[in-house]
């Protein structure tokens, strides 16, 4: 019997239900960094917005490259499903802790994926998914910094906390 | 055409000549490209059957359309639990005749 599966997908389906799932993972955090955003905005935290309103493009982008890549490999990526948002926090400082909770299971996630993927010898993938594990690396660095910028400056004005979010990204 | 699974009444085959899949749902044979069966397995997958008992599906009924709308099936619990059997079944088969013809 012809191996048609093979012909047609050049990943293995079980990995392709676990990347539709990561899908949906990733719009969930575009999601919840827009909730953040919004928060931000009208607390007056101009630049804490504008770091989740930049978050929640980039996890779009994860998003679409996983997409992308299951229907390049001739799957089928499904249009994920986001519900139940939190929208309720009760200080910056408060939402990027969540921020980076949200980046460690993405993380978690993502390696599980490799796991599998050398469990049926997708090399395809796992060589796909290299770039999401530095990106992870890269995010959970990032959410730390700022985590740190509050440990030091508990005592100054909020203001100055969001005043120096922009510079975190660029180092 | 070879058989791939069975499952209650219904039979999955796959056909090397025209590359493509076969369901046969007892009184309807409907043939599928790769890409249909995708589609096909994901909306089986996505039948609740907690539904089916708790009540929140009154009638127990499911309503799959497939192909591209060029199919409509109705389903009673029964064979919705057959399906779901059906197309494990019919992937694992498949899977193994990947690891088979990777391993020749
Ligand atoms: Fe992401
Ligand atoms: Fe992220």
């Keep these: 019997m012809k191996d ?13 239900d676990m990347l539709n799932k990561q899908i949906e993972k990733e719009a969930v955090s575009s999601s919840a960094y827009l909730a953040m955003a919004s928060w931000c905005d009208h607390n007056g935290l101009e630049n804490s917005a504008a770091f989740f309103y930049e978050q929640s493009s980039e996890e779009r982008e994860h998003m679409l490259k996983i997409f992308k890549f299951i229907n390049d490999n001739g799957g089928t990526a499904y249009a994920p499903e986001v519900k139940s948002v939190m929208h309720e926090f009760n200080s910056l400082e408060e939402i990027f802790e969540a921020a980076l909770d949200q980046e460690i299971e993405i993380t978690q996630s993502i390696h599980s994926l490799v796991q599998k993927c050398r469990k049926l010898n997708d090399f395809t993938t796992e060589y796909f998914l290299q770039w999401f594990v530095n990106e992870q690396m890269e995010e959970e660095q990032l959410m730390r910094r700022v985590l740190e910028l509050f440990d030091l400056m508990r005592d100054e004005p909020l203001k100055y906390i969001d005043e120096r979010i922009p510079g975190l990204r660029e180092e | 055409m070879n ?7 219904f039979t999955s085959y796959q056909c090397d000549s025209s590359r493509a899949f076969h369901i ?9 490209s790769f890409c249909q069966l995708l589609a096909f397995r994901e909306q089986i997958k996505n039948i609740d059957l907690e539904t089916h008992f708790s009540g ?6 499911e309503i799959l359309v497939l192909c591209n709308r060029s199919h409509i099936f109705i389903f009673d619990t029964f064979e919705c639990i057959a399906l779901k059997d059906l197309m494990e079944g019919t992937f694992a088969m498949l899977e193994l005749n990947s690891l088979l013809t990777a391993g020749v």
Aim: glycine letters at 2%; aromatic letters at 6%.
């Design chain 2, 24 to 32: 046969d749902f007892d009184h309807k044979l409907i043939k599928l």
């Design chain 2, 3 to 9: 058989t791939l699974f069975k499952a209650h009444n």
């Design chain 1, 4 to 16: 048609i599966v093979r012909q047609k997908l050049s990943i293995n389906v079980e990995i392709m």
């Design chain 2, 56 to 61: 929140r599906n009154k009638h127990g009924i």
